[in-house]
């Protein structure tokens, strides 16, 4: 339940990292390292898939069973995003520009690259359309190759060590001085870095059977603990920027994860709020529809006041609104209009996209044969590691369990 609402914390932060700008906050430290919240998820994601695959895969679950699930989980929120922006593109912004598809952001090619989920494998040197579902792309994509890595036994260890070994090095000699920050062309390499810290992290948490059973018998010590942890994640936001500090990000969010993971501190009992349980299921809807429902929002406001009393009436109205709700400055207010905003849009995709397209995946009859021969009828999902998933762990987790993430406006640098 801890982990459920961290999830939420985190797509809020990000939502709040491409608005910051708008909402004059560019100038605050903390909200410009915001976008390491994506290797939060990352992180995340390997912990619960693999905690929830692991042995599966590794003893006869099927890989195209896997893969459908992932793709029933992710994609049809994807499409739904992609239709909708293309949709303000042809309706709003082409009357007004006279562009249909502007290259190269949104020429033809980078639909068709966005329904083949590969517009963010170094296709592109930029982001496309919905800018936030680079990560989906890059994260399903590693689904893929986490599977296949499993399958190979020992191999899959010397994947994930390679991964967490090799892709700091690689980022940190090839993404331009930008570091972690990367998206569009190495942001599978980002995304196998944080998603092999997550498996590692599950393997420390699992072999960790003292340490669990400390935290679990002293609540004051849990709770320092968490509150050094959740200190350190915001220091170290605060101050790393793209610098090479970022690197660490991943190694930081694994350690943070196996923490609130044990849910004994006063933290992880505040993060059993409602509220924040609520964050969590409708994390991935935030993350994903953010930037259209503040793009639909201005164009469309632009568009009907421009009709109405054109712009002597769109510059009083905007006069007012700087004046009494988007306060000069480090404007709070406005950004938490524009937040309340994206979590009730997300909300509403939630239900009528995300939630009936998943459950419509996992009732999807299948039938797949064990390591031993055997024929399970209808494999179970289990749980999808993606926000909305519930990520509460096993109180007392055997060595491999089967039981329990991821996934934004600001064009220079994009989470």
């Known amino acids: 339940m801890a982990l459920d609402s961290w999830r939420g914390i985190a797509a809020l932060s990000i939502v709040a990292f491409h608005f910051r700008t708008t909402?004059?906050?560019g100038d605050v430290a903390i909200f410009n390292g915001m976008y390491?919240?994506?290797?939060?998820?990352?992180?995340?994601?390997?912990?619960?898939?693999?905690?929830?695959?692991g042995v599966k895969l590794?003893?006869?679950?099927?890989?195209?069973?896997?893969?459908?699930?992932?793709?029933?989980?992710?994609?049809?929120?994807?499409?739904?995003?992609?239709?909708?922006?293309i949709t303000l593109q042809a309706l709003i912004v082409y009357p007004r520009t006279g562009h249909w598809f502007p290259a190269p952001t949104e020429s033809l090619d980078t639909i068709l690259a966005n329904f083949l989920l590969v517009h963010s494998l170094n296709v592109y040197n930029f982001l496309t359309w919905n800018e936030p579902s680079w990560s989906i792309s890059v994260e399903f994509f590693t689904y893929i190759f986490f599977a296949l890595a499993v399958k190979c036994g020992r191999v899959f260890w010397i994947f994930c060590a390679s991964a967490i070994l090799a892709a700091p090095a690689f980022l940190f000699v090839f993404n331009s001085g930008k570091n972690l920050d990367s998206t569009a062309t190495y942001g599978l390499v980002r995304c196998l870095y944080g998603f092999s810290s997550g498996v590692i992290a599950y393997e420390l948490y699992v072999g960790a059977v003292k340490l669990r059973a400390l935290l679990q018998t002293k609540p004051f010590l849990s709770s320092v603990t968490e509150a050094v942890t959740a200190?350190?994640?915001?220091?170290?936001?605060?101050?790393?920027?793209?610098?090479?500090g970022s690197l660490l990000a991943p190694l930081l969010f694994a350690v943070?994860?196996?923490?609130?993971?044990?849910?004994?501190?006063?933290?992880?009992?505040?993060?059993?709020?409602q509220p924040l349980v609520l964050l969590g299921t409708i994390s991935y809807s935030l993350y994903m529809v953010h930037m259209l429902v503040i793009s639909w929002w201005l164009e469309l406001f632009r568009s009907a006041v421009f009709k109405i009393g054109g712009r002597p009436l769109f510059e009083s109205i905007v006069d007012f609104a700087q004046t009494y709700v988007f306060l000069a400055g480090k404007n709070y207010t406005g950004l938490a209009l524009m937040l309340l905003m994206v979590v009730i849009v997300s909300a509403i995709t939630y239900l009528l996209i995300e939630k009936p397209s998943r459950e419509w995946s996992r009732r999807r009859p299948y039938a797949e044969r064990t390591?031993?021969?055997?024929?399970?009828?209808?494999?179970?999902?289990?749980?999808?590691?993606?926000?909305?998933?519930?990520?509460?762990?096993?109180?007392?987790?055997?060595?491999?369990?089967q039981s329990p993430s991821f996934g934004p406006p600001q064009h220079n640098r994009s989470a």
């Not at 290797?39 to 695959?53: A, E, H, M, N, Q």
């Not at 890989?63 to 499409?79: A, S």
Request: charged share 10%; proline share 8%; aromatic share 14%.
């Open 36 to 53: 390491l919240f994506v290797d939060f998820f990352f992180v995340l994601s390997g912990f619960v898939i693999y905690s929830s695959y």
């Open 256 to 273: 943070s994860v196996i923490i609130f993971a044990a849910e004994a501190g006063v933290i992880s009992r505040l993060l059993h709020l």
């Open 58 to 85: 590794g003893s006869g679950y099927s890989i195209r069973r896997f893969l459908w699930l992932r793709f029933g989980r992710v994609y049809p929120l994807h499409v739904a995003v992609l239709f909708g922006t």
């Open 371 to 401: 390591s031993g021969g055997a024929r399970m009828a209808k494999a179970t999902a289990g749980h999808d590691g993606l926000p909305g998933a519930d990520l509460t762990p096993p109180p007392s987790p055997a060595p491999h369990p």
């Open 23 to 25: 909402a004059g906050l």
């Open 231 to 244: 200190i350190a994640i915001g220091a170290f936001i605060a101050l790393v920027g793209t610098g090479p």
